[in-house]
Structures are given as structure tokens and as C-alpha cells.
């Protein structure tokens, strides 16, 4: 039986501006980013595309980790993935603290994460991205010794 086929989108990149906002979003923070694209930012960078040279090769509905390893979680996955929601629940269980969103302007209710909303704007008030935060209520210190 022939292995189903996964389909995704190109690689690409964000404006230099969310690219620079993130890397110091993310300072001093385990991060995985999931899927990566051609980003650089995150401690792990994971995708299912191998031509962006990811640290780790999955796709976001499997995604290989422990529950709680990572402090941030950050994805912007092509928008034809946000039809159905199991995934969104899978990467934020990856995180201890803290779950980034990139979203075409939905926000999920996650059980235990509080959520903010964050407008990104050059300097000139031009609209460049949308994130949504989710921080968990409770801060979980460590499960897996």
C-alpha cells in the first residue's frame, strides 16, 4: 500500500521586521519554530520540507516531541492547515509557557493558556502581521526529569 501523499505549501520567508521582532521575542527562550520555511529563528526548527533544512523533518499533525519541552512554540503554518484544529492543540501541549500563532485573523480558545492578541506595525503605522499569544495559566516547571 503506497504511503499517503503530504501536501504542503512552498517555503517562505517573513518580512525582514517579524523575522528581527521574533529573534528578539525569543532571546534567552528554548523556541521551536513548526514549520520553520526559510525562517531562522527558533533553537529547533522543524518542517516537513527538507529543501529549508530544518533541524528536525515532521509535519505539524505529528509532531515528534515530549509534551512541555519547549518554553515558546511559535507556528505559521499555510492557511489551508487551519480547516480542522487538532494540530493547534498538539504544538501548544509542546510548550512550558508560551504558544505564537500566526493566524488569517482567528483566535482559538486553548483550555489552560490565557490569549493576547499582537498587532506588528512598522514604524510608520503600516500594518505588516497578526500573532496570537497564549500564555498557560499555570507555568508548568517540569514534567519529564
Same mark, same amino acid.
Given at each position: ?32 519554530? %513548526? ?21 528536525? %523533518? ?56 490565557? $490569549?493576547?492578541? %499582537? ?12 500573532? $496570537? ?13
Amino acid at each position: 500500500m503506497p504511503a499517503r501523499l503530504q501536501f504542503f505549501e512552498p517555503a517562505s520567508r517573513w518580512p525582514y521586521q517579524i523575522e528581527a521582532w521574533l529573534l528578539k521575542y525569543t532571546k534567552g527562550r528554548l523556541t521551536l519554530h %513548526i514549520p520553520c520555511g526559510l525562517s531562522k529563528v527558533g533553537d529547533v526548527r522543524a518542517d516537513i520540507d527538507s529543501c529549508v533544512k530544518p533541524d528536525i %523533518i515532521c509535519d505539524i499533525h505529528h509532531p515528534p516531541f515530549r509534551p512541555h519541552t519547549f518554553d515558546l512554540v511559535i507556528t505559521d503554518p499555510p492557511w489551508s492547515n487551519f480547516s480542522k484544529q487538532k494540530w493547534i492543540h498538539k504544538l501548544a501541549d509542546l510548550t512550558k509557557d508560551e504558544f505564537l500563532l500566526n493566524s488569517p485573523a482567528m483566535m482559538y480558545r486553548l483550555k489552560n493558556f490565557t $490569549t493576547k492578541i %499582537i498587532l506588528i506595525t512598522r514604524t510608520n503605522k503600516m500594518f505588516i502581521g497578526i500573532w $496570537t499569544r497564549y500564555a498557560r495559566k499555570y507555568k508548568i516547571i517540569s514534567q519529564y526529569s
